[in-house]
């Protein structure tokens, strides 16, 4: 397997890192930090960033001009991932929008549907959430009970949603809806929601984080058009895969530079504080190590995703290997940093450039959304591996 670049791959890098240096005022760590920058104010940071990535170019590398993109290959997409991350750039408001809807619209929505949402995804003018999650229907997604009846030309939309990523800030919202009682896969839709509809409530959710990127959202008897609906009815639970492939491996790349960046920091602070004890060596450079497997196994699902792919079941062993890998950082940052490993970002006396606290407690989550570490295991147990079921 040749994992180099070509010149003109190179050639990208080099013009995007110029491009990048020139425009990134503040890295994401720098306006993490500063206390004037609450919540809303981060936001909009993401959203003015997002809108120079678009202007410039890019964003939607890969997707075809007529839907606002540029016609190039999935390498440029991994490059600009890995050189965001790299450069410690905001993330784009649109995250949702852009790397799991846009995906399913291009795979399976109407030319209408394209041309109506992608263009705004990526300019930042609309933000989405992803509507999956339900009380009693997480990792068991097929499980869900919110209802879309059909009236006429519109759905009749009863039902929650919970741990719905950027539910607070977003505009629509690509729901899982059962519009077939008795049929447990056969029976769910995949629709595009205005969260303005009359009849549809979001409250925000605080993680242990301290964060309200969370929300749960309430459907009382929401009007939704038909025409919204992508794909046909009933055919929701495919769509959810390609969703759920991409969220799980399409975005190794970026994973893997920004847990690049923090190991990197760790590594630093370990020499700046003259830890340099055997076992402390000996985990770094695992930690090392697996970090290089991980992005080796992520670039294999390039060659798929440049020929048009949607990610297949693999991506449940990229998902699986990265969420694992960040929960083991974390811990090793805590352990040998000792108390100062625990001091917020924003704490004057702490010593490094990275959240450590907050990031372990987030890392936690990361082995339960998008399908559990078990779930990811039973799937590459049946479908990755065809191993037998008893």
């Known amino acids: 397997m040749d994992l180099a670049f070509s010149q003109e791959h190179q050639d990208f890098r080099n013009e995007l890192r110029g491009w990048i240096a020139a425009n990134l005022a503040n890295t994401w760590g720098t306006d993490l930090r500063d206390p004037a920058n609450g919540e809303h104010e981060l936001i909009e940071l993401r959203r003015v960033w997002q809108g120079k990535l678009n202007s410039a170019g890019y964003l939607g590398l890969s997707w075809p001009q007529e839907w606002g993109g540029h016609g190039l290959g999935q390498v440029e997409e991994v490059i600009a991932a890995e050189e965001l991350a790299a450069a410690d750039a905001p993330p784009g408001i649109n995250v949702l929008g852009l790397n799991l809807c846009a995906p399913a619209l291009i795979h399976h929505g109407s030319e209408e549907q394209r041309r109506r949402f992608i263009p705004p995804m990526l300019t930042g003018e609309e933000i989405w959430c992803q509507g999956f999650s339900e009380p009693g229907a997480g990792s068991d997604l097929a499980s869900l009970r919110t209802r879309a009846e059909l009236e006429g030309d519109h759905f009749i939309v009863n039902g929650q949603k919970c741990w719905t990523t950027f539910g607070p800030w977003a505009d629509w919202i690509f729901l899982l809806a059962r519009t077939a009682p008795d049929d447990r896969y056969g029976g769910i839709s995949f629709i595009l929601v205005d969260l303005r509809t009359e009849g549809i409530e979001v409250r ?75 076992d402390t060596r000996r985990r770094l450079g695992k930690l090392v190590v697996d970090l290089e497997v991980m992005r080796a196994n992520g670039y294999r699902t390039i060659a798929d995703l440049d020929a048009g792919k949607a990610p297949g079941p693999e ?76």
């Open 204 to 278: 925000p959710l605080r993680q242990m984080t301290g964060e309200n990127e969370f929300g749960e959202v309430f459907f009382d008897n929401a009007r939704v058009p038909v025409a919204n609906v992508v794909g046909a009815i009933g055919q929701g639970w495919p769509i959810a895969m390609t969703v759920l492939g991409y969220e799980r491996g399409a975005g190794t790349a970026d994973q893997a530079a920004r847990l690049g960046n923090d190991l990197r920091t760790l590594i630093s602070t370990c020499r700046e504080l003259g830890i340099d004890d055997t």
């Open 315 to 390: 991506s449940s062993i990229e998902k699986l290997v990265w969420s694992e890998y960040d929960q083991r950082l974390r811990l090793a940052a805590l352990d040998i940093l000792g108390p100062g490993g625990q001091l917020l970002r924003s704490e004057s006396d702490a010593r490094n450039e990275v959240d450590w606290p907050r990031n372990f407690l987030w890392s936690r989550a990361e082995t339960i959304f998008s399908g559990s570490s078990e779930i990811q295991r039973n799937i590459i147990a049946k479908r990755v591996l065809s191993l037998p079921t008893l």
